[in-house]
């Protein structure tokens, strides 16, 4: 029978702490649940008690705000202080030339932080939109925001999960967890409960958020909703990412403010000599001193700067990868050695078939990635292999693929 809610039960009484070194039946009994699931009014308890099965929305900083960061810099700071006195003294052509170059230096900047803001705020959408749940004895297709701890989840080829669950049931399972550990094949999943000390990408007992089936079928419990997801921890630390310092920036900050005291400092001297030695009018002495000030600053730094690190992005996010702050494409750049296992996350995610051999022949295949642009070279003859007027040489080539297109479920979205 569906299992109906509890009198008195508390938020924190519908988490589980570690599900996967749990039996299912221990976690069913943890959630106050079973395998026939919820009733109708015990998961809109559920769903009052936790909220909805959604990732909380980052409230996004203010655009006057992320503008005005990139005023935050030695050398622009001279220059507004110059600007300033330029208008003080009513001469508007260098202030407006100087205030121009200030705010296209900004005005790049902020264009592109509101690119990886939003590409950043997407994560949401790797969530699934609905799910197949067990609710009063019958199989019914509902929002995934709505689904609560305890309820009964089907899971079919294709689907997105759309919670983390304990499984109950698991038939020839595979999925695709490469969004959370960067595995490129699909992992094996089972009932079994595994160690405590597991890893996300050794948990086979469970199925995660966000992920999806890449083949077989299966039934779980759910034991994480929304931010207590691992996608959710996910974004909670991308949330958190602190402020970023790297080798340019820290070379750039020294850089400002060395020159800034030498200018200062001779400007200084000018402007003490033309006083004492020579008599000359203040207005004037201030001014030269200004030019001076303004003409040894280098004013286009801050944005060939700005500029070249935008076009490194731009680069990137031509290849999907979105990048938050400018100068983390310069310590990229700086990075001379790479040790690392996940390799589909070098190289996207796209395994691909770059080599046949069969009985009578191989075969090369060329194209890049998952594009469906390519061509399959048999050896020795140099043109691609293609429609039905070689299918009498090519006849192993020929079964061998149409075995492996009838043999699974997938396909290019």
């Given at each position: 029978m569906p299992t109906a809610l509890t009198p008195?039960?508390?938020?924190?009484?519908?988490?589980?702490?570690?599900?996967?070194?749990?039996?299912?039946?221990?976690?069913?009994?943890?959630?106050?649940?079973?395998?026939?699931?919820?009733?109708?009014?015990?998961?809109?308890?559920?769903?009052?008690?936790?909220?909805?099965?959604?990732?909380?929305?980052?409230?996004?900083?203010?655009?006057?705000?992320?503008?005005?960061?990139?005023?935050?810099?030695?050398?622009?700071?001279?220059?507004?202080?110059?600007?300033?006195?330029?208008?003080?003294?009513?001469?508007?052509?260098?202030?407006?030339?100087?205030?121009?170059?200030?705010?296209?230096?900004?005005?790049?900047?902020?264009?592109?932080?509101?690119?990886?803001?939003?590409?950043?705020?997407?994560?949401?959408?790797?969530?699934?939109?609905?799910?197949?749940?067990?609710?009063?004895?019958?199989?019914?297709?509902?929002?995934?925001?709505?689904?609560?701890?305890?309820?009964?989840?089907?899971?079919?080829?294709?689907?997105?999960?759309?919670?983390?669950?304990?499984?109950?049931?698991?038939?020839?399972?595979?999925?695709?967890?490469?969004?959370?550990?960067?595995?490129?094949?699909p992992a094996s999943k089972g009932t079994r409960a595994v160690p405590a000390a597991s890893g996300v990408g050794d948990r086979a007992s469970m199925a995660f958020s966000g992920t999806i089936v890449a083949a077989g079928q299966a039934r779980g419990i759910v034991t994480g909703t929304g931010p207590r997801t691992e996608i959710g921890a996910i974004q909670g630390l991308v949330g958190e990412a602190g402020s970023l310092t790297t080798p340019l920036t820290r070379q750039l900050d020294q850089f400002g403010r060395l020159l800034t005291l030498v200018i200062l400092g001779m400007a200084a001297v000018m402007l003490a000599i033309g006083h004492f030695l020579h008599r000359w009018p203040l207005a004037d002495l201030i001014s030269a001193a200004i030019g001076f000030a303004v003409a040894a600053i280098p004013e286009g730094l801050p944005a060939l700067v700005t500029i070249t690190l935008a076009i490194g992005v731009q680069q990137m996010a031509r290849h999907n990868a979105i990048t938050r702050k400018l100068p983390s494409v310069e310590t990229l750049g700086s990075v001379t050695t790479v040790c690392s296992d996940k390799t589909g996350t070098l190289t996207q995610n796209e395994m691909t078939v770059r080599r046949i051999v069969t009985a009578d022949a191989g075969y090369t295949i060329t194209g890049l990635g998952y594009s469906p642009r390519g061509a399959i070279v048999r050896d020795g003859r140099g043109a691609p292999v293609e429609g039905t007027e070689q299918a009498g040489t090519d006849r192993q080539l020929t079964a061998l693929l149409t075995v492996g297109m009838l043999c699974n479920d997938a396909h290019i979205a």
């Amino acid at each position: 029978m569906p299992t109906a809610l509890t009198p008195g039960l508390a938020t924190e009484q519908l988490a589980v702490d570690r599900p996967h070194s749990m039996d299912a039946d221990a976690v069913a009994v943890a959630l106050d649940t079973s395998p026939a699931g919820l009733t109708s009014g015990a998961a809109a308890a559920r769903l009052a008690a936790v909220g909805p099965n959604e990732l909380p929305a980052v409230a996004p900083t203010p655009a006057i705000l992320r503008f005005l960061r990139h005023f935050d810099d030695t050398l622009i700071y001279v220059l507004l202080v110059s600007a300033l006195i330029k208008a003080i003294m009513a001469d508007w052509l260098d202030f407006s030339v100087i205030l121009a170059v200030t705010v296209i230096n900004a005005a790049v900047g902020y264009a592109q932080e509101g690119r990886a803001e939003k590409a950043l705020a997407d994560i949401r959408g790797m969530l699934s939109n609905e799910a197949s749940v067990y609710r009063d004895g019958a199989w019914s297709t509902i929002a995934a925001s709505g689904l609560v701890p305890g309820d009964v989840v089907r899971l079919m080829p294709g689907d997105k999960v759309p919670a983390d669950l304990r499984l109950l049931q698991a038939h020839e399972l595979r999925i695709d967890e490469s969004a959370l550990t960067g595995e490129s094949v699909p992992a094996s999943k089972g009932t079994r409960a595994v160690p405590a000390a597991s890893g996300v990408g050794d948990r086979a007992s469970m199925a995660f958020s966000g992920t999806i089936v890449a083949a077989g079928q299966a039934r779980g419990i759910v034991t994480g909703t929304g931010p207590r997801t691992e996608i959710g921890a996910i974004q909670g630390l991308v949330g958190e990412a602190g402020s970023l310092t790297t080798p340019l920036t820290r070379q750039l900050d020294q850089f400002g403010r060395l020159l800034t005291l030498v200018i200062l400092g001779m400007a200084a001297v000018m402007l003490a000599i033309g006083h004492f030695l020579h008599r000359w009018p203040l207005a004037d002495l201030i001014s030269a001193a200004i030019g001076f000030a303004v003409a040894a600053i280098p004013e286009g730094l801050p944005a060939l700067v700005t500029i070249t690190l935008a076009i490194g992005v731009q680069q990137m996010a031509r290849h999907n990868a979105i990048t938050r702050k400018l100068p983390s494409v310069e310590t990229l750049g700086s990075v001379t050695t790479v040790c690392s296992d996940k390799t589909g996350t070098l190289t996207q995610n796209e395994m691909t078939v770059r080599r046949i051999v069969t009985a009578d022949a191989g075969y090369t295949i060329t194209g890049l990635g998952y594009s469906p642009r390519g061509a399959i070279v048999r050896d020795g003859r140099g043109a691609p292999v293609e429609g039905t007027e070689q299918a009498g040489t090519d006849r192993q080539l020929t079964a061998l693929l149409t075995v492996g297109m009838l043999c699974n479920d997938a396909h290019i979205a």
